[in-house]
């Protein structure tokens, strides 16, 4: 049908003869001079991505660090001085010791009671010799 | 590279859509910008240019909603004589057809894009674009019968008198 072959010509006329567009200088210019802009702004959004993890595993080493466990309430504040096998007991009540420990301050009560009973026994003994 | 290789045709692109040459300046940067930014999301596979049509598609969609369309840019004026048939049917082309259907025959006809591509472009289907084109084709053929009367002369007037 003629209309169609008018529409067939149509794109056949189009194709044959392309337009050139206009383009305003200094348009390549000014978008190379934003692409610029912009190239030179991301490496610092960058540099934080690389900062960001590091401080955060700083933090998380020293908030860790400050609540790690506190020594345990019975560890010794002073340095208790030995007890020697052969004290009497007014040495020891002398003797300066202060226990915070309280195993060791039961420890030191019973070796005290042991030896004060020890001593009691040999005293009843009736003496050798006598 | 990419901006002295395409951006000639990006501008004329959306010149189709705008019509306005300052917008299609704006567009042709922010349509580079954005390609920047939204690289990596680019397939290697496929070309370039339709993908760079289609970003500066959404643009123009944008930037219309969001401000007036100023008035058109003429490129001639309209007592210029177009050298040839083809030259002036490009013309009536910018002139005469919404910007849809104009930029549908540029992407076909002047960048030489599949179908199937301009579609893409267009965010159409397929079939869609065939009836744009055809019915682009069909107004065109129209007006430049209707502007050219010396390519399609009118018919003899019937000859008066009654046959015996």
Known sequence: MKHDDDHNEIGAMLRSHKPEPAVPAGLEARILRELDRRQRTAPSRRWVWFVAPVAFAAVVVVMSSLQAPKPAEGTPETVSNPVRPDSTPEEDKGSAIVEANPLKRESVALTRDARRAGRFLIDCLPSAGK | ?164
Do not use: C
Not at chain 2, 79 to 92: F, G, K, Q, V
């Open chain 2, 1 to 164: 590279m990419l901006v002295k290789r395409y951006h000639v045709q990006v501008f004329a692109f959306l010149m189709t859509l705008t019509k306005h040459r300052q917008d299609a300046e704006d567009l042709t940067q922010e349509t580079f910008l954005r390609a920047w930014d939204k690289f990596h999301r680019y397939d290697p596979s496929l070309p370039l240019l339709p993908w760079l049509f289609t970003l500066a598609r959404r643009l123009s969609i944008a930037a219309l909603r969001r401000k007036k369309p100023l008035p058109e840019d003429i490129y001639e004026s309209p007592s210029s004589e177009p050298t040839n048939a083809a030259r002036h049917l490009w013309e009536l082309a910018r002139r005469e057809l919404p910007p849809e259907s104009y930029s549908a025959l540029w992407l076909h006809y002047r960048e030489e894009l599949p179908l199937k591509e301009v579609a893409t472009i267009l965010g159409k289907r397929e079939g869609a674009v065939k009836v744009i084109l055809h019915r682009a084709r069909k107004a065109l053929a129209e007006r430049a019968r209707v502007s050219s009367p010396l390519a399609h002369p009118p018919p003899l007037p019937e000859p008066q008198g009654t046959m015996p």
